[in-house]
């Protein structure tokens, strides 16, 4: 069983940092590329970062390139998301996910298998 739990949300004021943490179980995570998604109350849930296996590749959706750094550390089983000059509209919970069967990387959903529970962000203006 595939476990993932997120930690490092908070209240923020604008202009402020947070670092997000997952860490995923077992012993295959560095075979996966993984990704972190948000939803804000009343909205689709939508991308936000994704990297490789190796932690060599990185995709973001442009509301975010520039701000926030997704990187991972296979040794620990973790990957990080930096946020830096947060801003309101990156209010929601943050969730991160892991693809089932594959390296490959992707901004779509509906194809990571495995979800945390999520963790609230909050930017305050």
């Known amino acids: 069983q595939v476990v993932l739990i997120e930690s490092g949300g908070g209240l923020v004021q604008a202009g402020g940092s947070l670092r997000l943490s997952c860490v995923v179980s077992?012993?295959?995570?560095?075979?996966?590329?993984m990704g972190w998604f948000r939803q804000a109350p009343g909205k689709e849930r939508e991308f936000v970062a994704t990297?490789?296996?190796?932690?060599?590749?990185?995709s973001y959706t442009d509301s975010v390139k520039g701000r926030f750094t997704i990187s991972r550390d296979n040794a620990k089983n973790t990957v990080y998301l930096q946020m830096n000059n947060l801003k309101p509209e990156d209010t929601a919970v943050y969730y991160c996910a892991r693809r089932g069967d594959t390296a490959t990387m992707t901004s779509n959903p509906s194809e990571y298998n495995y979800w945390g529970q999520g963790t609230q962000v909050t930017v305050s203006s």
């Open positions: 990297i490789s296996w190796s932690g060599v590749s990185t």
């Open positions: 077992g012993r295959t995570f560095s075979r996966f590329a």
